[in-house]
């Protein structure tokens, strides 16, 4: 059986890399919940529907792909801490603006709530304003 951190890792590569809640979900609970304190993700209050974000994040950064900076779990609380830096440039179509050719650094951490051995909820914490801002979207 695998470890929570095994776990939660195989969820955040598939999640990072635009696989989307098709390749993400087996490592969740069906309804799993999400949160995050940011404009740009206010309204999606589920797993599925972040993981389908990020896939559909890919068309208008292509390139994207994540930093990871530290992944470690805490067996007291059932939870993993991730911290990562998202880069890409906008060359694709799809974002709110054309293509603007610039490109984003973008510091974010989740943390990966577990019930059993699926992720039960997840919550991510991210300035959305200066990353949009990067992209010239903001």
Known sequence: MATILETARQFFDACESGKGWADCNSFCHPDASFSSQTGALAEISTLEGYCDWMRDLFTPIPDGRYELKFFAADDSTNSVAAYAVFHGTQTGPGGPVPATGKSVASDYVYHIAFEGDRIKHMTKI????????????G
């Open 126 to 137: 991210w300035n959305d304003t200066i990353g949009l801002q990067q992209l010239g979207w």
